[in-house]
C-alpha cells in the first residue's frame, strides 16, 4: 500500500508555471509507475501524464504535450509536474496516483491503483 499526498496547486495567471509535487509514503516507491491526472469542474477525471518506475518512459495527454513535464525522484520518494504555459482550461484538481503493475500507457491511464486526495489548480484569464 501507498499513500500519495498531492502539493503545489494555487491561482496562477495564464501563461504562468506551477510546479506539482507528490510524495508518497512507503519503502517501494521506485517500484511504482505514478501518474497524474485532473478533475475540471463538471467533467469526468482525465488522465494527464505518466511515467514508469525507472522514469525512462513517459507518457501525456495530447492536451499538455510539449507544456507539461513529469519526473521522479526515487531518492526522495515524490513524483513532480512542472506545468508551464497553463491556460484557462488546464483548471482543474489534480490528482497523483500509483500502480505496482502497470506497464504501458493503456494501463498507466485506465489501471492506477492509488490515489491522492488532490490539489487545485485554478488559471485566470
Known amino acids: 500500500q501507498v499513500q500519495l499526498v498531492e502539493s503545489g496547486g494555487g491561482l496562477v495567471q495564464a501563461g504562468g508555471s506551477l510546479r506539482l509535487s507528490c510524495a508518497a509514503s512507503g519503502r517501494t516507491f521506485s517500484s511504482y509507475a505514478m501518474g497524474w491526472f485532473r478533475q475540471a469542474p463538471g467533467k469526468e477525471r482525465e488522465f494527464v501524464a505518466a511515467i514508469s518506475w525507472s522514469g525512462g518512459s513517459t507518457y501525456y495527454a495530447d492536451s499538455v504535450k510539449g507544456r507539461f513535464t513529469i519526473s521522479r525522484d526515487n531518492a526522495k520518494n515524490t513524483v513532480y509536474l512542472q506545468m508551464n504555459s497553463l491556460k484557462p482550461e488546464d483548471t482543474a484538481v489534480y490528482y497523483c496516483?500509483?500502480?505496482?503493475?502497470?506497464?504501458?500507457?493503456?494501463?498507466?491511464?485506465?489501471?492506477?491503483?492509488?490515489w491522492g486526495k488532490g490539489t487545485l489548480v485554478t488559471v485566470s484569464s
Open positions: 496516483a500509483a500502480s505496482s503493475h502497470c506497464s504501458g500507457y493503456g494501463c498507466y491511464r485506465d489501471g492506477m491503483d492509488y
